[in-house]
Structures are given as structure tokens and as C-alpha cells.
């Protein structure tokens, strides 16, 4: 039985190593496009929880469990899992060797001949599998307490610095992120996910992107009733593209539900949809290939003249967006579609027809029906600017959503909705749409009016610029210029098919109250392996050489001049070199 490994890295900027195909938070794959999964569904876990950072033991019991059950729960309980945790080395052993055991333990206690970390590294999840079925037969985790302080932080929360010491690292959001990659799952650009290549804080929270990706994994009961979305992405020229990065925008939820990056062939699947209108945006994996697992090495974004591509809408017809319908149990199959190259690594996005003249402003639904728009804004450094007006044909209610910050764009929007008669409209607001208790702020809004008499109504506009440090990862993902969508429904649109799987917030956060974890009665079973099989290497190979028993890998190292535009927490940023 032939085998590979995965070894997924996770610094400030996590670099998973992977084998062949990882597709946003989604299937780690074999180069024969199997995915890479657990066929057991509860498989068991072994930790060592001794570390230098001063953790008690029944702090790290807690914090461990706490990162599976929330797994357990995204998946919709379709994995389960098994815990054990102890010092005697028999069972409880600090390496990462195919010894029958899943282990997790910190880099202090392991032989320091044995495990090569970086300093920039604060986690590594190696993952044995079958690359023939993509069964995973083991996965170790190794959390680097060596150079770096783990602490029992607000969960999901990034800390604040003490003077004259460095910020502890948030061992939830380690945890949580590294076991995703256990459970089969690669990296994601989705702002929100907890598989987002960047630590970021509220990552200890499996988002929209994770839930769907878990899904893919690991199919539920409910697959039937989910959909599908699948293109080619090519270059101007025609050729297919590789390791393009594609988000789906649910209207219904104005939130980007999932991810994916475009294969050899440029082909992109996004399944596990639940029903509905998704609008797209393509765009360049801005980490860099170099970022991404030996597979994706010959991306290239730069095909237009040297410069790379710009974040392309599908479907745009002007300044509209036409979207596109998932429904249950379908695959949609979209044309080919090629990416723009109006602005180099910006958004595709001509100037605002938004009027300055309330009585000049374009009508968005000249239909009175539903809407996607997407525009340019404009912001000055301290003059205030006119808003901008947009006129609506409205009956009944209106629900809109406003995306800019977490598609990237460096604007804050500030709505008002005028009546007929110019009068302010009263409605209820939710900016931003998100405040996590770690300090992460999403500056998208959502808009909401309910009564309203038949007629042209006035939508006014202003825009204010966000700090670079909102923006996890900083300036690599942030637009240039400032762009947003306005996507909206009137008279009702009604509650999402999958409201109570993925809740309905913009991070499709759940409320996760546990009960205490006990691990069961007994010691865990180790699992045995045949004699028969070769021997397979735990060390990391450069080069996908899944032919030879391992997978690709990635190394890392730090970004020098950026770091100095980022906030504390995205110090530890790393990139491949």
C-alpha cells in the first residue's frame, strides 16, 4: 500500500504543505484528485499537554476539546472524535512518527534532534494517508513552544502586548486552525474562515468558508439538498488558469459563503452550496504561489503584460451583477470565464455612476425587483466628499447589504435611505455586521426598512477609509481602490435554506455551548499497520513526491519591509520563499 504525508505549517501566515489539489477550505487531494479524509469518522487523538508556556494541563485538556467539538459541530456531527491525554510516553509520546497514534504535543518536550521548526513556525500538522484512497491513517500536531508563548487567551482573541514582553499566542486559534488541516482541510482567502492563511483572531471559530468546506469532506444527510457552481477559469489569452482564487458571494446571506482556487486545468468546483443566488469574484491567490502547496507552483498571476490580473466579477453586464442560481441537488455549469485585466491587481470596476444629484442617480431595480450592484467609491484623506445617491423602486420593505471590507475593498460605507420627499427613512441598521469579542471588526452592513408606500426612494452614500490593520493579512489582500456591492431585496426575501446549519450571521458563528468532554473509559487503541507496506518518511520533501510515499511540502520564511505596515499580531507574518 503506497502512502503519503501532508504537513500543514501555521505561522502568522499559514502555509499548508499539501499534496497535489487543496481548494480554499476544502478537500486536501491526492494528485489523483481523491480527497484526503478520515473513513472512520471518529478517529482518536492522543496529547501530551507538558509545554514550556506554563499551561496547566486541564487548561490545554480544555482548549484541545473545545477545537474538536466545534469541528464536530461544523461537520454536523458527521465526525466525531475520540481524546485521550497523558505523559507517560508509550501512549503519549512527543514526535511525529507513523506509530499508530494521532499526536498532539509541544515542541519543548520533543527531541530537538528530531523536529527542525523555524522560529516563524507555531504549528506543523503532518498527515499520513493512503494516496491511493486518500484514507488518512494518522495525523500528528506539534504547536512550537519553543519560540513562542501559548496562552489560554479569550478564546479566539488576539492579546495585547505587555511592555517589554511579547504577545502570547492564542492556543485556540492554533489548535482550531491545525486540526482543520487533520480533518482534511487546506487553506482558505476567505477573510472570516478559521482555514484563512493568516492568524487572525476569531480563528478558534470554524465561518461560513470551514462549515462548507468540512461539508465537502464529509457529505451529510442534507446533501441533496445543496448545489453546485462549476467553470473554468482562463486567462486573457485563453489558456487556463491555476490557483486562481474564486469567493461565492451568497445574496441571501450577503456574506462570502465559500472558496476555491481554480486546478491545473483551470476547472473550480464550488459544491456544498446551499440554494440560492451567489454572485462571483475571481481573483489572484495574493499570498503568492509560493505560498500554496508544491501543486500550485506554476501559477502565475501576472498575465496581463507583466502585471497581474484584476479581481474579475462573472456575469457583470455594466455595473450590474447577474448572478447565478444554485438550486438543490444541481451542478450549474458555467462558460469558461476569463479574467480582466482593466486594473492590475485591483477590482474590475470602471468610475461610480452613483450621481453627486439625488435626481440623476441611476435607478438600480427599474423593475422594482431584486438587485446586485457593484460601484466605485471615492474617499479623501480629510475633506468630506458629497455622498453619492442611488434611486430605488421600493415596495413594502428592503433588505440591503453592503459588501466592501471583506472582499477586500479599504472603505467603511455609511448609508441613509431617503423617501420620496427626501425625508430619512427610519430603518434599522447593523454596522458593522460583526463584532467579535477578540476585536475583529467586519465593516460590511446590512440595511433594513420594513413599511414603506410604493415609490422612488434615494439611497445616499458616504464612505470612510479603514486602517490597514483591520485587514488581517494587511496590504496583500487590500484593494488599491475602493469598491462595494449593494445587494438587495424587496418585499422579502426570506429566511436561507440552510438557516439552521450555517446561522445566519456574517460568520455563520455558532453558539457553542459544550458540555464537558471525558475521555472514555481505558486506554486508546493504537492502530496497527501492515508489515508488508514500505516504509514511509516523516520527513518534509521538497517537490510533490507523493510517487515515492510522501506528499509536497513548503518552507518558510519571514517578510521583511511589509511587517513594519502591520499591526502587532500580524508581525509573525510569513511568507515562502
Known amino acids: 500500500m503506497e502512502r503519503g504525508f501532508s504537513v500543514s505549517l501555521f505561522a502568522a ?16 487531494m491526492t494528485r489523483h484528485g481523491v480527497p484526503v479524509r478520515w473513513q472512520s469518522r471518529q478517529p482518536q487523538f492522543v496529547a501530551n499537554p507538558e509545554n514550556s508556556s506554563g499551561l496547566p494541563s486541564h487548561e490545554v485538556f480544555h482548549s484541545f476539546t473545545r477545537a474538536l467539538q466545534r469541528w ?41 534532534s528530531e523536529v527542525a521548526l523555524d522560529s516563524s513556525i507555531l504549528g506543523l500538522t503532518q498527515v499520513w494517508f493512503d494516496s491511493a484512497t486518500g484514507e488518512v491513517l494518522e495525523a500528528d500536531i506539534i504547536l ?17 502586548r505587555s511592555e517589554g514582553s511579547p504577545a502570547p499566542i492564542s492556543l485556540d486559534n492554533v489548535i482550531t486552525h491545525e486540526l482543520g488541516h487533520a480533518f482534511g482541510l487546506a487553506h482558505s482567502a476567505a477573510m472570516q474562515s478559521t482555514m484563512f492563511f493568516a492568524e487572525g483572531p476569531d480563528q478558534a471559530y470554524p465561518g461560513c468558508d470551514d462549515q462548507v468546506g468540512i461539508a465537502r469532506v464529509y457529505p451529510h444527510d442534507d446533501s441533496a439538498e445543496r448545489g453546485a457552481i462549476e467553470f473554468e477559469v482562463r486567462s486573457p489569452s485563453g489558456l487556463p488558469m491555476i490557483g486562481a482564487q474564486v469567493h461565492a458571494i451568497s445574496r441571501g446571506r450577503g456574506v462570502v459563503f465559500a472558496g476555491a482556487l481554480s486546478d491545473a486545468r483551470g476547472r473550480v468546483s464550488l459544491s456544498a452550496l446551499e440554494p440560492g443566488v451567489y454572485d462571483l469574484l475571481i481573483e489572484p491567490y495574493h499570498a503568492g504561489a509560493g505560498s500554496l502547496p508544491e501543486y500550485y507552483r506554476s501559477a502565475s498571476y501576472a498575465v496581463c503584460a507583466g502585471k497581474l490580473f484584476s479581481r474579475t466579477w462573472p456575469g457583470r453586464i455594466g455595473n450590474e451583477l447577474s448572478g447565478f442560481r444554485v438550486e438543490a441537488g444541481r451542478t450549474l ?21 452613483g450621481s453627486t444629484d439625488r435626481g440623476m442617480a441611476p435607478i438600480l431595480n427599474a423593475d422594482g425587483q431584486q438587485f446586485s450592484w457593484l460601484d466605485r467609491a471615492d474617499v479623501s484623506g480629510s475633506a468630506q466628499l458629497p455622498p453619492r445617491y442611488f434611486r ?35 430603518t434599522q441598521l447593523d454596522a458593522p455586521v460583526y463584532r467579535g469579542e477578540s476585536g475583529f471588526v467586519n465593516h460590511d452592513l446590512r440595511l433594513r426598512a420594513q413599511d414603506l408606500d410604493p415609490g422612488e426612494y434615494a439611497l445616499e452614500l458616504r464612505f470612510d477609509p479603514v486602517p490597514i490593520t483591520d485587514y488581517p493579512a494587511g496590504a496583500i489582500l487590500r484593494d488599491r481602490a475602493p469598491f462595494f456591492v449593494l445587494i438587495g431585496s424587496v418585499g422579502g426575501g426570506g429566511e436561507s435554506p440552510l438557516a439552521a446549519v450555517h446561522p445566519m450571521n ?10 464537558e468532554y471525558k475521555s472514555p473509559p481505558g486506554p486508546p487503541a493504537r492502530r496497527l499497520f501492515s508489515s508488508s507496506s514500505p ?20 518552507g518558510l520564511v519571514l517578510l521583511g519591509a511589509v511587517l513594519r505596515q502591520l499591526p502587532a499580531w500580524l508581525k509573525r507574518l510569513t511568507l515562502r520563499a
Not at 501566515?13 to 486536501?28: K, N
Request: charged share 20%.
Open 506 to 515: 456574517s460568520r455563520c458563528r455558532r453558539n457553542d455551548v459544550f458540555p
Open 392 to 426: 430605488l423602486q421600493l415596495r413594502g420593505s428592503l433588505d440591503l447589504k453592503i459588501i466592501s471590507f471583506s472582499a477586500y475593498s479599504p472603505i467603511r460605507v455609511k448609508p441613509i435611505l431617503r423617501g420620496p420627499l427626501g425625508d430619512v427613512i427610519r
Open 72 to 112: 464536530r459541530k461544523a461537520s454536523q456531527e458527521r465526525l466525531d472524535f475520540h481524546y485521550w491525554q497523558g505523559t507517560e510516553h508509550s501512549v503519549f509520546a512527543p514526535e511525529s512518527r507513523l506509530n499508530g497514534y494521532s499526536t498532539i504535543y509541544f515542541a519543548s518536550q520533543a527531541d530537538s
Open 333 to 353: 455549469t458555467l462558460e469558461p470565464q476569463a479574467v480582466s485585466c482593466a486594473k492590475s491587481a485591483g477590482a474590475d470596476i470602471e468610475a461610480s455612476v
Open 144 to 160: 512550537n513552544d519553543r519560540d513562542h508563548q501559548f496562552g489560554r487567551v479569550r478564546e479566539g482573541a488576539l492579546p495585547s
Open 13 to 28: 501566515l499559514v502555509l499548508g504543505l499539501l499534496p497535489a489539489w487543496a481548494w480554499g477550505a476544502t478537500p486536501t
Open 535 to 554: 516504509p514511509v518518511s516523516s520527513g518534509c520533501a521538497p517537490g510533490d513526491a507523493e510517487g515515492s510515499g510522501m506528499g509536497g511540502s513548503s
